[in-house]
């Protein structure tokens, strides 16, 4: 796997990181998980710009978001509970499959 997926990889999980403490954070009055909050966005932003190196900014997007969309989904059923409904898991589902299909036949990811 190139480098720049490695990357997305740490700018995905780092986000994730950061928008899960978000609701611990609250409204950043609770030292921890404001500085969680706000180290894990720097990092993200950071990876992020290393991808756009390699990646076309609207295809990274694309993958960042979708993947976190996820991933922070499963993070607030774990952490607070948060159980979608079968709307909100279909459209997830839409969201990967998007990813997907960008990633097996888009020209612009450099597959």
Do not use: N
């Not at 609250?26 to 710009?49: C, N, R």
């Not at 989904?73 to 279909?90: E, N, R, S």
């Not at 997830?92 to 020209?107: N, Q, R, Y």
């Amino acid at each position: 796997m190139p480098i720049t997926y490695w990357y997305l990889i740490c700018a995905i999980v780092t986000e994730v990181i950061a928008t899960s403490a978000l609701k611990s954070a609250d409204e950043f009055t609770k030292l921890w998980p404001s500085l969680i909050v706000i180290l894990g966005y720097l990092a993200s932003f950071y990876f992020m710009m290393l991808v756009l190196r390699q990646l076309p900014v609207g295809i990274t997007y694309a993958i960042w978001s979708g993947a976190g969309i996820v991933l922070v989904t499963i993070a607030g059923l774990f952490l607070y509970q948060q159980k979608p409904d079968i709307p909100a898991m279909l459209g997830m589902f839409f969201i990967v499959l998007g990813v997907v299909v960008i990633h097996l036949f888009s020209k612009t990811t450099g597959h």
